[in-house]
C-alpha cells in the first residue's frame, strides 16, 4: 500500500458518493459505513529456533445482513486493521453485485511467510482459528485464501475447527484442496468469470467475439484462464506480461498475430514468470512492463496488480481499445476513470468482473452443506449463469440511467444491502 494511503478510508469515501445518489437515510448509511464486528487477537507461536514469536490476527465481519460473511485470509507483513476493514466492505458490495446470499468479511495475521516454515505457518493457521473458532462457521461466516494463503493453509484450518468443535464441517472454510472438500472449476473460476462479462459486453456492443483481440496484464491465475477461454471463444491474445525476479523488473511478451496459449503455459512457472530466452527465440516481441497498455486490442485486461490504469497510463491506450476489464482488484484510479468515463470506454469494474472467484467459492460451500460434488461442467455452467445475469443486470441500469458501469455496480450493491437491512427492521 502506498504511504498515507489509507483503503477503508477510500472505501468509505466510496460508500459516501453511492449513498448520496441513493439517497440513502442516515441510518442506513452508519450502519454500512462500519463493519458489523471486528476480532483482534495475537496468535503465539512456537518458533523452529526454539523462541516463541506473537503475531496480530485480525478477523472483520462488515455485514452480514444477506447471509453469513464470505472473504479471504491474507498472510502480509503490511497488513493492517484498516486494510482488513477496507476489503471487508468491498466483499459485502462483491457478494450482493453477483447476488450471492453472503456478506462481507476479510482476515489478516501481520506476518511474512517467505520467512516462516511450513510448521511455524500451520501453528498461525491454527491459532487463528482458536482465536475466531467460536465467531466463524458455515452459517456465520467462511474465510478462503487470499495474499500469501493457500489450499493447504486452509486445510489446517479447517482441520482445527473440526478438532475444536467436534465434527466434519468442510463448509467453515473453501479454497480447499480437491478431494479434501474443495470444488472442481474454482482455478478456471475467476479468469472464465472474467470472460463471460467480456463476451456480454462485446455482445451488446454488437461485436463478434471472434474478430476481437485482447491484451493482459499478468499471465498468473486469471489471466492465464482468462486468456484460455477467450482463445476458445475464438478472440485472439496478443500479449501477456510478467513480473521477472531475475533481474526484477516486468515484461510484455507479444505476438500481433496471437500468443500460442499452449506454448506460452509450458515455458511459465508456477509464479507465472514467463522464459523470457524462450519466448524471444518462438519469435515473441519482448517489450518493457507497460507495453500491454498501449498495444491495439479491443479489451485491456488488467489481471496482476492495483493502480495500473492511472492519469498518466490512461493516455497511453490505443485509440482501438473499446472494453477495459478488471480482472486485478483496483487496477484502475479514479483519475484514470475520468478520462475512460470522457472517452467512452466501457468499463466491467473489478468487484462485477472478478467476481468469479467468490462466486464458485459459494458453490463450494454449497456442495460442502449437501455433501455432494458437481462435475466441472456443471460448476462452470452454474457460474456462468449467474456471472452474465449479474453483468446485465448493472449494464441494464448504467445504460436506462447513463450512468458509468463502476456506479451503476455500487448503486446495485448497496442498494441490496441496504434493502435486506431494512428489511430485517435493523435500519
Ligand atoms: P498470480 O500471483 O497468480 O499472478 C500474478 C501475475 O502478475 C504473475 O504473472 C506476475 O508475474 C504478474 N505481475 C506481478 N507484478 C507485475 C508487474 N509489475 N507487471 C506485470 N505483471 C506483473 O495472481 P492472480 O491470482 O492471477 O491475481 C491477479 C489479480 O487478480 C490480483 O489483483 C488479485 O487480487 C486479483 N484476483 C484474483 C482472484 C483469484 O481467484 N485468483 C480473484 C479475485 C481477484
Not at 464486528?37 to 445482513?65: A, L, T, W
Not at 479434501?180 to 478456471?188: D, N, Q, V, W, Y
Request: glycine share 10%; aromatic share 10%; proline share 4%.
Amino acid at each position: 500500500m502506498e504511504k498515507g494511503f489509507n483503503a477503508f478510508e477510500m472505501a468509505q469515501k466510496q460508500f459516501d458518493q453511492v449513498a448520496d445518489k441513493l439517497d440513502l437515510e442516515q441510518g442506513t448509511r452508519e450502519f454500512l459505513r462500519w463493519p458489523m464486528r471486528e476480532y483482534h487477537f495475537i496468535i503465539p507461536v512456537h518458533m523452529d529456533d526454539g523462541s516463541v514469536k506473537v503475531f496480530r490476527g485480525f478477523r472483520v465481519q462488515h455485514s452480514d445482513v444477506r447471509g453469513p460473511c464470505k472473504g479471504g485470509i491474507r498472510f502480509h507483513p503490511q497488513e493492517t486493521e484498516d486494510t482488513v476493514r477496507a476489503l471487508a466492505t468491498w466483499m459485502t458490495w462483491k457478494t450482493a453485485v453477483v447476488d450471492i446470499p453472503l456478506g462481507g468479511g476479510k482476515g489478516g495475521v501481520i506476518c511474512d511467510p517467505h520467512e516462516l516454515s511450513m510448521r511455524e505457518q500451520e501453528q498461525i493457521c491454527r491459532g487463528w482459528i482458536r482465536n475466531v473458532w467460536r465467531n466463524i462457521g458455515p452459517v456465520q461466516d467462511i474465510p478462503a485464501p487470499d495474499v500469501m494463503t493457500s489450499p493447504q493453509h486452509m486445510l489446517w484450518m479447517m482441520d482445527e475447527y473440526e478438532t475444536i468443535v467436534g465434527g466434519k464441517y468442510p463448509g467453515v472454510i473453501t479454497g480447499k484442496p480437491v478431494g479434501s472438500g474443495g470444488s472442481l472449476g474454482r482455478t478456471e473460476a475467476t479468469g472464465y468469470g472474467v470472460v463471460y462479462t467480456v463476451r456480454e459486453a462485446l455482445t451488446r456492443m454488437g461485436l463478434d467475439i471472434r474478430e476481437t483481440t485482447m491484451a493482459c496484464q499478468g499471465f498468473g491465475n486469471v489471466s492465464q484462464y482468462a486468456a484460455d477461454l477467450f482463445i476458445k471463444y475464438g478472440g485472439k491474445v496478443v500479449c501477456v506480461s510478467c513480473w521477472d525476479q531475475s533481474d526484477m523488473t516486468s515484461y510484455t511478451y507479444r505476438k500481433m498475430d496471437g500468443i500460442d496459449l499452449e506454448f506460452l503455459l509450458g515455458i511459465t512457472d508456477r509464479f507465472g514468470t514467463v522464459n523470457a530466452e524462450k519466448a524471444i527465440a518462438a519469435g515473441y516481441e519482448q517489450l518493457p512492463g507497460d507495453a500491454w497498455i498501449e498495444t491495439e486490442a479491443d479489451v485491456l485486461m488488467p489481471g496482476a496488480l492495483e493502480n495500473q490504469i492511472n492519469a498518466e497510463t490512461v493516455k497511453k491506450l490505443h485509440a482501438r481499445v473499446k472494453i477495459v476489464a478488471e480482472g486485478a482488484n483496483g487496477p484502475t484510479t479514479p483519475e484514470a476513470d475520468a478520462y475512460l468515463k470522457e472517452n467512452d470506454i466501457f468499463v466491467i469494474p473489478d468487484f462485477l468482473c472478478n467476481a468469479g472467484g467468490v462466486t464458485c467459492s459459494y458453490f463450494e460451500q454449497v456442495q460442502n452443506n449437501m455433501n455432494y460434488y458437481w462435475e466441472k461442467d456443471e460448476v462452470l455452467s452454474k457460474l456462468d449463469t449467474k456471472m452474465t445475469s449479474a453483468f446485465h443486470a448493472v449494464a441494464d441500469l448504467a445504460d436506462s440511467q447513463s450512468i458509468f458501469m463502476r456506479d451503476a455496480a455500487y448503486m446495485i450493491a448497496i442498494d441490496r444491502v441496504a434493502t435486506a437491512a431494512r428489511m430485517r427492521g435493523l435500519v
